[in-house]
């Protein structure tokens, strides 16, 4: 296993990377290698293929991590019908190319199984993702600001300019968010709804006025809304630590119309390729209700113009009206129901009302009431006798554990053997509750909120506490399923990487070391955990997460070498080429000319317009006025793509390694310099 190290750790290390980039960009061994497949007869390719038909894609010249123990690595690939049907060696490879085969150089670039997010609510996030003004991988805070002024001045009434989660204010520089009357002094007319977590919501005074809220609104439950002396709200909605006024508060806002809501979400799903994801399982959740919710989704799913695959569970909307939503649903799909684009997954992860607890580290753990066991029984009780898979949302050990004292219940009444369950974030489980999870089958899906609230867990707990937070290396241990996510889109970026680099760095986003070395996880059982992990809780362990005859053929091919860069660089990683079942999804840098075509987002005052999704700190600092190189790449409005960056046009005023950027880059094929 091969782990990256600090750059000051591997004496030559910048001959090395000098070196490995050039080959990787070199086109030599993909023009040798395309002769000797076009030089083979047809009785040649159809003798190497056992008198299969040929594929429909290869990949080539990569350094393949497969994830298949039979053998972890490979250079080529072989893709038809959607499946893998050959890995091995170029030499191997080949060969199997007929006259409709496309054929891929990768030109040394490390490739891995596709990501896959077991926890996470795209369904939801898709339907607004271009209205949302992301902070996503913002710096700072004067950065962040600068792109809200600017969004302000071409948001149109009575739209509201919307930053929804996604980020965390340890994150900037300046370690703090802004004050209400800088949100007041940057859009004295404009709505401004900015999110922090599920902690806090930041309202300037028109959106105040926009939702309604007066002196004379009634304080929400396990909420407050910040008043001033004459008893006004500020502005300023605390969630103590019941999130409801939240997301009650963003769901005032207008929303897209249907066709925009189409286009918003293949923008999204477009922004996940971007970062080497193909697959999710998305966790419902609020005011996301079941079937009208998904009409976008479905139609998406049946004109298969899906570039995600979506496993997706029902998550009930109405306290005490959850059994009733169960067993109308019970009505309406099975688990299982669908295809390997989109698939029903069961229930959850909100089960019952009464059993959610709240990941809001800045406020004491709260206490579930005496009505959380019957409640959840009566739910568990049904969904086990129709062998409904579930999911439950539980941060604390205290629930965990009264949770659990219901699913044995429901074990030894009704039987829990053979159904796929399993509990959600699980932040301080202990050694006991997992040990229990293990005896009855199930598993836990693992996200990234520490990286974004690992300060505010310490502050409360302590260092020590913070040190397992949570404890997957001895879930790990314990033989548990265990799967990686987000949780995006508010309460964590989407951003997979930031992920996998919490998991091997024990950090967080503000710069603090929680886990101790023996406690953090090496590259590949991190990778593991958001590829094979991930795939046992849609129940597709058999068919994701490695790269291996008769596995779905889902490829990332990455913008770095994930097992090579040092552990900070991993959260910069994304994918230069993402591949879906043999189709081409995704394609930037030297695979730009592969991208399928994606509309413009709509409106078109739409913030994704203008910045796209996350703010990659790599080409933030890549010129001197932070952010306009991705903009730039963003908003290029060429007509033709450069064959080696694409739209990045400016990634060529820098990125190599040598005196002559333009002679070098021309030498290449390369066109930016002509823009």
């Known amino acids: 296993m091969k782990n990256g190290s600090d750059d000051h750790g591997r004496p030559g290390e910048q001959a090395m990377h000098a070196t490995n980039w050039l080959r990787r960009r070199s086109t030599l061994g993909g023009v040798a290698a395309l002769a000797v497949a076009a030089a083979m007869s047809g009785t040649q390719r159809a003798a190497a293929q056992g008198g299969a038909p040929p594929p429909d894609l290869i990949l080539h010249n990569g350094r393949i991590t497969t994830l298949d123990r039979t053998q972890p690595q490979a250079q080529a690939l072989a893709i038809r019908d959607g499946e893998v049907v050959a890995v091995g060696g170029d030499r191997e490879v080949l060969p199997l190319a007929g006259p409709g085969t496309r054929v891929v150089d990768l030109r040394g670039r490390t490739a891995i199984p596709g990501l896959n997010d077991s926890h996470t609510h795209p369904i939801r996030g898709g339907l607004s993702y271009n209205m949302e003004l992301r902070w996503d991988g913002v710096r700072s805070l004067a950065d962040g600001m600068r792109m809200l002024k600017e969004q302000v001045a071409r948001t149109p009434p009575p739209q509201w300019v919307r930053v929804v989660g996604g980020f965390t204010d340890q994150q900037f520089a300046e370690k703090r968010l802004p004050t209400l009357d800088e949100l007041n002094a940057a859009a004295p007319d404009t709505p401004i709804f900015l999110l922090h977590l599920y902690d806090r919501a930041l309202l300037n005074r028109a959106a105040l006025r926009a939702v309604g809220y007066t002196k004379d609104t009634p304080e929400p439950p396990g909420a407050s809304i910040e008043r001033d002396a004459q008893g006004n709200p500020t502005g300023l909605l605390v969630a103590k630590p019941n999130a409801f006024i939240l997301y009650y508060t963003l769901a005032q806002g207008p929303k897209l119309p249907p066709e925009y809501q189409e286009n918003s979400t293949l923008h999204f799903m477009r922004e996940l390729n971007r970062l080497g994801v193909t697959s999710v399982i998305d966790a419902g959740g609020g005011f996301q209700a079941y079937p009208d919710d998904y009409v976008v989704i479905e139609k998406l799913a049946r004109e298969d113009r899906l570039t995600l695959r979506f496993a997706y569970n029902l998550f009930p909307q109405k306290a005490k009206e959850e059994l009733t939503d169960f067993r109308r649903w019970a009505g309406m799909v099975r688990p299982g129901q669908g295809s390997d684009m989109y698939r029903h997954n069961g229930g959850g992860e909100m089960l019952a009302f009464s059993a959610a607890d709240f990941e809001d580290f800045r406020q004491p753990r709260p206490d579930m009431p005496p009505a959380m066991e019957p409640d959840l029984k009566a739910v568990v009780r049904f969904l086990a006798e129709n062998r409904w898979p579930f999911r439950m949302h539980a941060t604390y050990d205290e ?191 030297e695979f730009a000319n592969l991208a399928p075509p994606l509309p413009p987002a709509m409106p078109d005052w739409s913030p994704v317009r203008h910045y796209g999704g996350y703010q990659s700190r790599l080409r933030a600092e890549a010129v001197p006025d932070q952010g306009s190189l991705a903009r730039l790449a963003t908003a290029c409005g060429c007509g033709t793509a450069c064959g080696v960056h694409g739209h990045a046009h400016a990634w060529a005023r820098g990125d190599a390694p040598v005196r002559d950027q333009g002679a070098f880059w021309g030498a290449l094929g390369c066109s930016c310099w002509a823009f």
Request: aromatic share 8%; hydrophobic share 40%.
């Open 399 to 589: 629930t965990i554990s009264r949770a659990l004292d219901v699913f044995e219940e429901v074990d030894r009444e009704v039987g829990l053997s053979g159904l796929r369950w399993f509990f959600d974030h699980a932040e301080t489980i202990t050694p006991r509750n997992i040990d229990r999870v293990k005896r009855l089958g199930g598993g836990i899906a693992v996200q990234h909120r520490m990286a974004y609230q690992g300060e505010y867990f310490a502050e409360r707990y302590g260092p020590r506490a913070v040190e397992e937070a949570p404890p997957i290396a001895r879930m790990l241990e314990a033989g548990l399923p265990v799967g990686g996510g987000t949780d995006a889109t508010r309460v964590a970026s989407y951003n997979p990487w930031i992920s996998l680099w919490w998991l091997v760095t024990g950090s967080t986003l503000g710069g603090l070391r929680m886990a101790p070395p023996h406690r953090r996880l090496d590259r590949e059982t991190a990778l593991r955990l958001w590829t094979e992990g991930s795939a046992w809780f849609s129940g597709e362990q058999e068919r994701k997460g490695r790269l291996a005859p008769g596995m779905l053929g889902d490829v990332a091919v990455l913008s770095a070498d994930y097992f090579g860069v040092s552990e900070d660089s991993i959260q910069d990683i994304t994918a230069v080429l993402t591949v879906l079942g043999g189709r081409i999804v995704h394609g930037a840098e």
